[in-house]
């Protein structure tokens, strides 16, 4: 029986992207058909209820990490916390793993939500987690990127 895992809408094809350009990717595709897995699309900002398309945001002091202890900031390019809206898109993207089932995730990297090894503070690319990914693992899911599934067997 397949299993379900949380995927990035984004590396599906759906438009979610803040700019609304589509980020679907063909490697994504293949590796969920090759081993059996069930896409459950999630967007994290868009289950937090901001529109597409939407400001650009980045991490301002850390990662997702330190976001969910309270000790950095997701900010807009126009300097609005956007912090609150961020964790409520996380716990609802958490919601969604455990009402599916899903034990795994897929996400895209270095998105403020999903981004898994690498995220944006300010306009460096900076070795951390996005704030979705930082509350799904902590929460016991495996969690993952486009990236990752050339390594990957399962």
């Known amino acids: 029986m397949p299993d379900p895992i949380l995927v990035s809408a984004c590396l599906l094809g759906l438009q979610t992207r803040y700019d609304n350009a589509c980020k679907g990717h063909h490697g994504v595709l293949d590796w969920l058909h090759r081993h059996r897995k069930i896409p459950v699309p999630v967007c994290p900002e868009q289950l937090a209820g901001l529109p597409t398309p939407r400001s650009r945001t980045f991490f301002c002091g850390g990662d997702g990490e330190a976001v969910l202890d309270a000790k950095a900031q997701v900010v807009s390019d126009e300097g609005e916390n956007r912090s ?8 609802e993207t958490l919601k969604v793993a455990r009402l599916s089932g899903c034990r795994q995730a897929l996400l895209k ?11 944006y503070c300010a306009e460096k690319i900076i070795a951390g987690r996005g704030v979705a990914t930082a509350l799904l693992r902590r929460n016991g899911l495996e969690v993952f990127s486009e990236e990752d599934l050339s390594g990957m067997n399962s």
Do not use: K, N, T, Y
Not at 84 to 91: E, K, N, Q, T
């Open 84 to 91: 609150a809206i961020f964790l409520h898109g996380a716990r």
């Open 109 to 119: 990297e270095r998105s403020p939500s999903c981004g898994v090894h690498q995220v």
